[in-house]
């Protein structure tokens, strides 16, 4: 019962006694009043699942007595699946929602708490996710062997519109110091600018949340220098944004450039379980497909035999990757690097013939290409992967009848680019032609994209309420828990159901 603590609660720290229990005049009067199929009640019968035990250790027992976390993550639960993700509205909803009296025995705690509260579920919200997912294996809910992966971009809570360079953070980080050396002399600063805080605290957290976004601004100079000459930007048109530094830049899914997050889910093909979740701060799905295999793991207990993705994760360094871990990808190729769409009547290199022996390609008029140069491209997210470039002799290619088909180059021949994973890459797309493939890869569109659309729509995910990785992840990873909890409840639910009716109908038979 959600009214009891655990055996460690009860010898660990003191918790303030909530004003009511069940036996209480106005919990009862509630009580009835609560229709029996309530989400309240759903969602106090679910965290019978759980073992709380991790939450309240993180609670030292000294200081104040706090609230019970039991209650308060019940309540929090309840906000989330009715979109309220703030918590300031879930402050405000304990003193005005008759089901959070319901839920959590009258409590209505301080504005802080609940700020200091989902600060603190960072720190044990990974591990209540795992219990789940490792009693629906147990369960035989799921085998966690099949996923979908695929990712979304999340506005954070910063101004698109708010974006400024080097040399204007520089200035104000110059103002805030100058104010704060004011008043330790003991000095009035005057007025202050529109931008700044009007306290000293606010002014003390706003000067740490500007270093933040110096430290990332210099990372973003540095590598904007190894960029080759053609492809870097002017470095006053490097921003950044000062109300969540961490945030990168990026178009999000309505074409808005604005600081956001990505976020990764691995759902369950076999059950609407999510089996891995992780936040990036990144503005592309680049490079984020290895540490999702490894999250899943981490947090299901099983390792992935089968992942269905889209195309954006489907490189020859992520199926190096998933050939170690022995993980079958489905997923469509990408354009290739040679192929230029804009230009259909170019031969494209997959009409170009690879001798093994020969380490050649022949092309379509039967002249080879030899291997010519080898270098190491970097890629999305800091990986590496080895080239080799193939080229054709230039006087053979420019006396070719056939050259207007395939190259514009006036000078040199035609070249193509081999990566040390085409065998791979080649193997993978003749795969994906298959029928047997095929047919597994429809499942992906009935499964993965059903959790945004349900986090976005129906959950008001749009837009993240904290600042910071820390804490857009612990939201994301509480909004994991309470999904999962509510499929292992309503799935368990259902089980015991079914073979209750499976024994009365062998007690009639007999």
């Known amino acids: 019962m959600i009214s009891d603590l655990s055996p460690h609660a009860k010898t660990s720290p003191r918790f303030v006694e909530p004003p009511w ?24 019968e679910a965290m019978a699942h759980l073992d709380l035990a991790p939450l309240y250790s993180t609670y030292s027992g000294r200081g104040k007595a706090p609230h019970r976390p039991d209650l308060m993550l019940a309540i929090v639960l309840f906000e ?26 009258g409590i209505r705690p301080a504005r802080s708490c609940w700020y200091e509260f989902r600060d603190r579920a960072g720190a044990y919200v990974d591990t209540l996710n795992a219990q789940l997912l490792h009693q629906a294996v147990d369960e035989e809910l799921t085998t966690a062997e099949r996923g979908a992966l695929d990712g979304s971009a999340v506005a ?35 007025e202050v600018p529109g931008w700044m805080a009007q306290t000293p605290t606010g002014r003390t957290r706003q000067y740490d949340r500007y270093g933040q976004a110096q430290e990332q601004l210099a990372k973003q100079h540095a590598a904007n220098e190894q960029r080759p000459p053609s492809q870097r930007r002017a ?35 076999e059950s609407p379980l999510i089996l891995g979740y992780e936040v990036f701060a990144q503005a592309s799905d680049a490079a984020t497909l290895p540490p ?59 009409q170009f013939t690879w001798h093994d022996d020969l380490d050649a390609y022949e092309c379509p008029a039967g002249h080879l290409l030899k291997r010519v140069s080898r270098h190491t491209r970097v890629c999305s997210g800091g990986r590496e992967v080895v080239e080799w470039q193939y080229r054709g002799d230039a006087q053979t290619c420019q006396a070719c009848p056939l050259r207007e088909q395939c190259t514009t180059s006036k000078k040199s021949g035609r070249s193509i680019q081999r990566s040390e994973h085409e065998d791979l890459i080649q193997a993978h ?82």
Request: net charge neutral.
């Open 80 to 105: 989330l699946r009715r979109g309220q993700r703030h918590p300031s509205q879930w402050y405000r909803d304990t003193h005005e929602s008759y089901p959070l009296w319901w839920l959590g025995f």
């Open 292 to 350: 999702m295999l490894q999250r899943s793991q981490q947090l299901s207990g099983r390792r992935l035999l089968e992942l269905l993705v889209d195309s954006g994760y489907v490189t020859g360094l992520d199926l190096a990757e998933c050939a170690e871990q022995r993980v079958t990808l489905y997923g469509p190729w990408k354009a290739n690097d040679w192929s230029d769409p804009k230009k259909p009547s170019h031969f494209s290199k997959d």
């Open 156 to 190: 954070a809570n910063a101004s698109r519109r708010r974006l400024i360079n080097q040399e204007r953070l520089e200035l104000r980080l110059q103002q805030l110091e100058a104010v704060a050396q004011d008043e330790a002399q003991g000095e009035d600063p005057g």
């Open 429 to 510: 797309r003749a795969w994906m032609e298959t029928a047997e493939a095929k047919a597994v890869y429809r499942l992906r569109g009935q499964t993965i994209e059903l959790v945004f659309a349900d986090v976005k729509e129906h959950r008001g995910l749009r837009r993240f309420s904290g600042h910071g990785l820390a804490r857009v992840r612990t939201e994301f990873a509480l909004e994991v828990l309470l999904h999962n909890l509510l499929v292992v409840h309503r799935s368990l639910r259902q089980k015991s159901d079914a073979e209750a009716i499976n024994r009365m109908t062998e007690d009639i038979a007999a």
């Open 235 to 269: 470095p006053d048109k490097i921003v950044i944004s000062t109300g969540d530094p961490q945030a990168p830049l990026g178009l999000d899914k309505d074409g808005v450039f604005r600081p956001l997050y990505t976020v990764q889910t691995v759902r369950d093909v």
């Open 21 to 44: 229990n069940e036996h209480s005049e106005h919990w009862r009067q509630l009580d009835a009043q609560l229709p029996p199929d309530h989400l309240a009640r759903e969602i106090r």
